[in-house]
């Protein structure tokens, strides 16, 4: 199982980006997926996650400018980031719940980070 990510890179102040994961292996079901960031010198934080449902919840931080999306039949999750601040700026990592799980009860996977800077 694998999760790739992709879309991260350097935008202005105000500005957008739209990063993607992409859950790939044989004979998967993918549940929840999501968004998590780290910035130098502080903990991970969840930004945004989705259902397979559709059902979103979002951090404080970004509600009303980012966007999570998927789309189930390629097992991809998006993030349109929109308005975005220099506090945006972090290493960004999708996640996902994806059966059979590896290690149960774990069902957890993780991609590797997309940076994400967002200069003034």
């Known amino acids: 199982v694998q999760l790739q990510a992709s879309g991260g890179g350097l935008a202005q102040t105000g500005g957008s980006l739209r990063l993607s994961c992409a859950a790939s292996?044989?004979?998967?079901?993918?549940?929840?997926m999501g968004w998590y960031r780290q910035s130098t010198g502080k903990e991970r934080e969840l930004v945004a996650t989705?259902?397979?449902?559709?059902?979103?919840k979002y951090s404080d931080s970004v509600k009303g400018r980012f966007a999570i999306s998927r789309d189930n039949a390629n097992n991809t999750v998006y993030l349109q980031m929109d308005s975005l601040k220099s506090e945006d700026t972090a290493d960004y990592y999708c996640?996902?719940?994806?059966?059979?799980?590896?290690?149960?009860?774990?069902?957890?996977?993780w991609g590797r980070g997309t940076l994400v800077t967002v200069s003034s």
């Open positions: 996640t996902a719940q994806i059966l059979p799980c590896f290690d149960p009860p774990n069902c957890d996977y």
């Open positions: 292996g044989s004979g998967i079901k993918v549940l929840d």
């Open positions: 989705i259902t397979n449902n559709g059902r979103t």
